[in-house]
């Protein structure tokens, strides 16, 4: 099977996005599942570019949104684990019970 | 052939970075991996003709947004290995299946399209020419500052919103 570079692009994409998926299935820490959905982000990314390609450049540009919306993402969720960590006294996603009556 | 080596190097880079991330117990050495990934990544981004965004991922992610995460696992003193951290062995099996099969579905969508999924030549080639006549950032900044002008200024609200939202969330309440 011969695979040009924009098919295996897309596969690795894929594989990225299912390596983050478990990782936020399988891990406790709220920042490292913050992590894993930064890496889907990237996955994601990845496919765009691919398809930027061939379907023209607007697909980069939204790219270049989804970099914006995830910096801010992450400036947010930070923030709130801080506050979270204060009132636990730990990252333990388990653990978070605020929204729950 | 080149290509091909450097594509298969980055890609095994990018792949293990992310399993190395979400199966070691330590978070700074997972953020670590992160970073290898997001670097190995970039990499990919120049092999795709996207160098523009290839150095905004080596500057925004693996610069900034992951020392903002490496900054808050020393704030709160997260650096050491916890044990607890994983998850038994019912959520690691689910974590797998669920992984694999999401993996399955899409590789099979990538291998069964044929080339028209992947548009035509064409356009493809307008594509190239574009970029050959306005260079990397000219043919990216054309769409950005015109037809998208307008989510690109709101995209500056959302950063603001962002950087107050954040400063209101970790203060310290007044006693």
């Known amino acids: ?101 | 052939m080149m290509e091909a080596f450097f594509f298969l190097l980055f890609a095994v880079m990018a792949a293990g970075g992310a399993i190395m991330m979400i199966a070691s117990r330590n978070p700074v050495s997972s953020l670590m991996y992160l970073v290898l990934a997001f670097f190995a990544l970039s990499g990919i981004f120049v092999l795709l003709d996207a160098h523009f965004l290839a150095a905004v991922q080596v500057i925004v992610y693996a610069g900034a947004i992951m020392v903002l995460f490496l900054f808050v696992i020393m704030l709160l003193n997260l650096g050491h290995r916890e044990d607890i951290d994983m998850r038994g062995h019912l959520a690691r099996l689910v974590a797998l299946v669920a992984g694999s099969a999401l993996f399955a579905a899409v590789a099979a969508l990538v291998l069964r399209g044929d080339e028209s999924t992947l548009a035509s030549e064409e356009s493809r080639l307008a594509v190239e020419a574009m970029v050959r006549a306005r260079g990397a950032v000219g043919a990216l900044a054309e769409p950005l500052f015109t037809s998208y002008l307008v989510p690109f200024e709101l995209t500056s609200l959302l950063l603001l919103v962002a950087i107050v939202g954040a400063i209101v969330l970790a203060r310290r309440r007044a006693p």
């Open chain 1, 1 to 101: 099977m011969n695979l040009d570079i924009e098919s295996a692009s897309l596969i690795l994409s894929a594989f990225l996005f299912a390596v983050g998926t478990a990782g936020v299935l399988v891990r406790r820490n709220a920042i490292i599942v913050f992590m894993c959905v930064e890496l889907m982000l990237n996955a994601v990314n990845l496919s765009l570019i691919v398809f930027s390609r061939s379907l023209g450049l607007e697909a980069q540009v939204l790219v270049f949104f989804v970099m914006a919306v995830a910096a801010a993402e992450a400036a947010v969720g930070l923030a709130i684990i801080i506050a979270i960590f204060r009132h636990y006294e730990g990252v333990d996603v388990d653990r978070f019970n605020l929204l729950r009556w």
